[in-house]
RNA sequence: GGCGGCUUAGCCAAGUGGUAAGGCGACGGUCUGCAAAACCGUUAUUCGGCGGUUCAAAUCCGCCAGCCGCCUCCA
């Protein structure tokens, strides 16, 4: 396959080889279970989901980590305030996770390790960066000596020295170095501990995921993901931490998603508009929430905003409505021999908008194209078997089409009929009038229609549309939806 | 202060050397009693500005302007 990356690391886009032919190993920093999941935790697992989907669909053998970081400050203080014991809050929030993932349609990874689970490994990691020189036990702590690993700082592109004078950093008498990390923190009276060779304690932060990447994939593995954020320090730490103790490279292709802004804002609690998954999922269907954070490269910044969701809703719907179309004019059984070229050779087109560093919007143009192409032909042939293509030709694009959009973008995976019949009425319990109520006043208009009074129908129309009622007629009489 | 990124139509957004995908919106047309939906057509002689390289640049180089991210917990 022609997939190429960009890699953090290098700056560049390079072609993907996997370490093991034919075999993936992938790790993508998860959650810190200690809060509800909000859009831009969304985009970043969204993102991955389709990565891990894509390297599925391309046959390889993809074994795909995403942990849970569920010990932790954050999980130890909110648990405090909360006054509820820090494990169950953590396990509390890893169904939570799950709840929206899996409401959000993202396949299972197919480890989700937790650092708790993974102690062990965690200490003998620390054990051997001390035998290799790379840190030192200090009052019960354990650091990391950055100056130790000569090449740090080469995914962030940060030079130590500038890190030094950025004087931003951290305090701490027990370092050896500003620039030294906790591997290991010693235990405060009332925390949660494991025991150590250094005493009583809990992993720093960035450990956990050095220890569980290879635990599972090995010293050396294909791709490392995570938010834009954990770039630096999290994943310069980590290499930091594996390489230092296995004198062997750690993982190869570098992913990093960008952020998600909020009306041209960025998202954060002091702004105080977070926006949790939940929340978005109460007024925007979960596939028109995917469509969304697919509609641009996974680099940019992505602004969500009352108009690009709304279009989001639009743009799924116009799928789904082609996909019924596509049912109808596959019944038609034409004779046509030919597919129109937006039809043809889908495969190979979604392959090469994702090879290229997953372009996604490349490959709703893709299915954008595909739907209008379906469209002409349901309104041009009029019917005519000889401007329809052959049902089979039909049923390989729609099979080809179908199979992206479910496998790899995580959409249209419902019947079209019943998802355009359910986005016609929803909402309708808010506007004030009934299903039956509507029914009535269509049929009222019907017999005015006609008699061809027009007045009536018309009144009848502009009365249900106050109400938010839209009516189209067709050729097998009148339908309402709600107005979006 | 250090490092990195971005700037494409009214809006969103692909495109990294060969002459501007796609979506939303708007306008005109077909259809309709009129609408709506759907379809067709139009909507960037031009890609923040100024120079340079090249037969050829939105794409490469330089300078300038504006915006943003990271350097501290953060997807």
């Known amino acids: 396959m022609g997939l190429k990356i960009y890699n953090t690391l ?25 809060d509800m999941c909000h859009i831009g935790h969304a985009r970043s697992v969204v993102l991955f989901d389709v990565i891990y989907r894509y390297l599925l669909k391309s046959g390889l053998d993809v074994t795909y980590i995403r942990n849970f970081t569920d010990i932790d400050d954050k999980i130890i203080n909110r648990a405090t305030q909360l006054g509820e014991d820090w494990k169950h809050l953590a396990e509390r929030f890893v169904k939570e996770f799950h709840f929206d993932m899996d409401a959000l349609g ?15 490994d965690i200490i003998s990691l620390i054990s051997a960066l001390i035998d290799t020189g790379h840190a030192y036990e200090a009052d019960g702590d354990v650091m990391f000596s950055v100056t130790s690993f000569s090449t740090y700082g080469k995914l962030s592109g940060k030079k130590t020295e500038d890190l030094v004078s950025g004087a931003r950093v951290e305090v ?15 235990a405060k009276i009332g925390e949660p501990f494991w025991n150590s060779p250094w005493g009583p304690g809990r992993p720093g932060w960035h450990i956990e995921c050095s220890a569980m990447s290879m635990r599972y994939l090995g010293p050396t593995f294909d791709i490392h993901g995570g938010g834009a954020d954990l ?32 009306r041209s804002e960025k998202m954060s609690k002091s702004l105080g508009n977070v926006l949790n998954i939940r929340d978005i999922l109460k007024e925007t269907h979960p596939e028109a929430l995917r469509l969304f954070l697919l509609s641009s490269h996974y680099r940019s910044p992505l602004d969500f905003n009352d108009t690009s969701i709304r279009e989001a809703s639009v743009g799924l ?19 046509l021999s030919s597919l129109p070229v937006e039809l043809s050779d889908l495969d190979s087109r979604f392959r090469e908008a994702m090879d290229d560093d997953f372009n996604t919007p490349k ?122």
């Open 10 to 34: 290098t700056r560049k886009k390079e072609p993907f080889v996997p370490v093991n032919p034919g075999k993936v190993g992938m790790y993508v920093c998860g959650v810190t279970v200690y």
């Open 106 to 120: 993202v396949k299972r990874p197919s480890i989700e390790p937790k650092a708790t689970d993974h102690i062990q």
């Open 172 to 186: 701490d008498e027990k370092k050896k170095d500003p620039l030294d990390f906790a591997l290991w923190k010693a």
């Open 231 to 262: 770039t630096f320090p999290h994943h310069e730490n980590e290499i930091a931490q594996s390489e230092g103790a296995t004198g062997e490279p750690f993982a190869k292709y570098w992913i990093h998603n960008g952020f998600v802004n909020i």
């Open 317 to 335: 719907e116009r799928l789904y409505a082609a996909c019924a179309s596509l049912e109808e004019i596959e019944e038609a059984a034409g004779r």
């Open 363 to 484: 490959g709703l143009a893709i299915m954008f194209e595909a739907s209008r192409a379906i469209n002409r032909i349901h309104t041009e042939s009029g019917g005519d078997k000889d401007k329809i293509p052959a049902p089979d030709l039909l049923r390989k694009a729609g099979n080809e089409l179908a199979g992206w959009a479910r496998d790899v973008f995580g959409i249209l995976n419902e019947n079209p009929q019943d998802f355009l019949e359910k986005t016609r009425r929803s909402g309708t319990d808010e506007l004030g009038i009934t299903e039956d109520q509507i029914r009535q006043l269509l049929d009222e208009r019907s017999e005015a229609r006609k008699t061809r009074n027009f007045k009536l129908a018309d009144e009848i129309r502009d009365k249900l549309l106050e109400k938010g009622i839209l009516i189209e007629d067709g050729p097998e009489g009148s339908t309402w939806r709600v107005k979006q």
